[in-house]
């Protein structure tokens, strides 16, 4: 890493800390109303799906890819159903890995068509 890209990621990190922090030192001093607390629970959920949905649907970055053939809906279906059975996120990230290199090995044996 040469001088000038450190100088480049400790300006990215100083800029970012400056653009939170007044509003992070702001709202820990205030009381937030319970509806709005309730709302920001939403949060990480939505951007989750905004990231994961159109990356099982469209891997390619193309048009929607609902065969069998797509390993990461297959891998993502499997992942989905032992997250919402299980509740167990070590399980669920060991089985969404596990269900994306088999079906791809799967994949790999089946004659193309």
């Known amino acids: 890493m040469t001088t000038n890209d450190l100088l480049l990621v ?3 990190a100083l800029v970012t800390f400056a653009m939170r922090y007044p509003v ?16 920001l629970k939403f949060i990480p959920p939505a951007v989750l799906t905004a990231i994961i949905v159109p990356a099982l649907l469209a891997p390619d970055g193309g048009k929607l890819d609902f065969t069998f053939r797509n390993d990461y809906l297959i891998a ?15 399980l669920t990230l060991a089985t ?4 994306l290199w088999g079906w791809r090995l799967l994949l ?4 193309p068509f």
């Open 10 to 12: 400790l300006g990215m």
């Open 24 to 39: 992070l030192a702001l709202v820990s001093r205030l009381t937030l109303p319970p509806s709005l607390l309730a709302a």
């Open 76 to 90: 993502g279906l499997v992942t989905a159903l032992v997250a919402w059975r299980t509740k167990n996120i070590l």
């Open 96 to 99: 969404g890995m596990i269900a």
């Open 108 to 111: 790999a044996w089946l004659p």
